[in-house]
């Protein structure tokens, strides 16, 4: 078993930033790829951002590249989402998730074994 808490989620105008972290406890964390995922209002959960499990490859949805950084410190357990220039469009519930089998890459949302609860990230215009 694997629990995973985000946090970091907030209210912040357009342009503005926040850093995501999300926690794990349970199953080595350095054994699993991870990823962040969003979900607005009436839209299907997206894959934002993945990370393999020795930090060095990593994958963008075109919305975010260049402005949102996927980072993980396996000595802390821990995997962040740095974003930054924020626009009201990255308005969602984000969510991070761990996947410990497989060789797609980058991993498909149905793949992933364990997800946090989510933190919200709301972004004014």
């Known amino acids: 078993q694997v629990q995973l808490v985000d946090s970091g989620g907030g209210l912040v105008q357009a342009g503005g930033s926040l850093r995501l972290s999300c926690a794990a406890s349970g199953r080595t964390f350095s054994s699993s790829a991870m990823g962040w995922f969003r979900q607005a209002p009436g839209k299907e959960r997206e894959s934002v951002a993945a990370?393999?499990?020795?930090?060095?490859?990593?994958y963008y949805t075109d919305s975010v590249k260049g402005r949102f950084t996927i980072s993980r410190d396996n000595a802390k357990n821990t995997v962040y989402l740095q974003m930054n220039s924020l626009k009201p469009e990255d308005t969602a519930v984000y969510y991070c998730?761990?996947?410990?089998?497989?060789?797609?890459?980058?991993?498909?949302?149905?793949?992933?074994?364990?997800w946090g609860q989510g933190t919200q990230v709301t972004v004014s215009s």
């Open positions: 998730a761990a996947v410990f089998r497989g060789s797609t890459w980058p991993p498909p949302l149905m793949s992933y074994d364990y």
């Open positions: 990370i393999n499990r020795s930090g060095s490859s990593t």
